[in-house]
């Protein structure tokens, strides 16, 4: 199956008092390379957080963020201790009378006392907390892997059509190639009548003559091994499997046997085919580098 690279994926869970917001971003890259910014307290699960994305993302970068927060806990791992600021309260309101001030007591006042915000230590996320991270991320690469099914949707299309061109240009090859050898062998039977006339004409020679120009101008083998590739490639785009990895080999024989037709062929025609070929190519290689 052709999946893009890049996507984007946002889950939204609560559960037990928490309620878990989860951000995923895949970018190309050539292995799976999992990054995240987690809440403090949840450094203890990075290796869940990594084993849930390999279960469903084979290649990419993956940038994980994470939003949690909980009724008790205005952001996780930050909380107000209600207690302390109560009494730091009755104590302003107290000190106030007092002095004859005037003015009530104000968060402000209250924020200046450090200690009615606490933090939690690490690795003081509950159980619970955990689950419900797990489960909004989960949501988010379902919706990633959805927008990257769609797009790589799109990269199929492009791709056939692309091949399509290449096998157009291929058969124009072959056709270049089968009047170019009749060409070839008036001249070898020139030459042969020549040697005939000045009586210079051995077996030997002869059959050289012959072998270089077979050697020299018969581009079937590379032909069919390009249509080869061609009808591979194609297929592998219908594979359950990831395919990115065997569409870039495809493509590099592609380049082989397309550099070895022009060579051989030794023809104006054909060499500015093979050129368009090879920048064909050159577009689909780039084009993979987006799929899985």
């Not at 849930?52 to 909980?70: C, D, F, H, P």
């Not at 002869?206 to 018969?218: F, G, I, N, Q, Y």
């Not at 032909?223 to 785009?237: D, G, I, Y």
Request: proline share 2%; net charge negative; charged share 30%.
């Amino acid at each position: 199956m052709i999946i893009s690279m890049t996507g984007f994926g946002r889950g939204q869970y609560s559960v037990d008092g928490y309620e878990a917001v989860v951000e995923v971003r895949s970018l190309n890259h050539r292995y799976l390379d999992v990054a995240m910014r987690l809440p403090r307290g949840m450094g203890a699960y990075e290796q869940a957080v990594k084993d849930l994305v390999r279960t469903k993302v084979n290649r990419g970068r993956i940038n994980v963020a994470v939003t949690l927060k909980s009724e008790t806990e205005t952001e996780l791992g930050l909380s107000v201790d209600e207690e302390t600021a109560l009494r730091y309260k009755h104590l302003l309101e107290t000190l106030i009378k007092k002095l004859d001030l005037a003015g009530p007591v104000t968060l402000e006042h209250l924020l200046q006392f450090s200690d009615i915000l606490t933090i939690a230590e690490e690795g003081a996320l509950p159980e619970q907390a955990w689950a419900c991270v797990e489960k909004a991320l989960a949501l988010a690469i379902d919706e990633m892997n959805t927008m990257r099914v769609r797009e790589g949707q799109e990269i199929i299309n492009d791709l056939r059509a692309r091949i399509s061109g290449l096998q157009e240009k291929l058969e124009s090859i072959k056709t270049c190639a089968a009047s170019r050898s009749k060409i070839e062998f008036e001249k070898l039977y020139k030459r042969l009548c020549a040697m005939v006339d000045t009586k210079e004409l051995d077996r030997t020679r002869l059959e050289l003559e012959v072998a270089l120009l077979a050697d020299r101008v018969d581009i079937t083998e590379e032909c069919t091994r390009f249509q080869s590739h061609n009808t591979l490639f194609l297929e592998a785009l219908g594979d359950p499997e990831p395919a990115g990895r065997k569409l870039n080999f495809l493509l590099q024989e592609m380049n082989r046997e397309a550099n070895t037709i022009g060579a051989k062929a030794n023809d104006a025609q054909i060499a500015h085919l093979v050129v368009a070929i090879k920048e064909e190519v050159e577009k689909l290689r780039e084009q993979i580098q987006n799929i899985e």
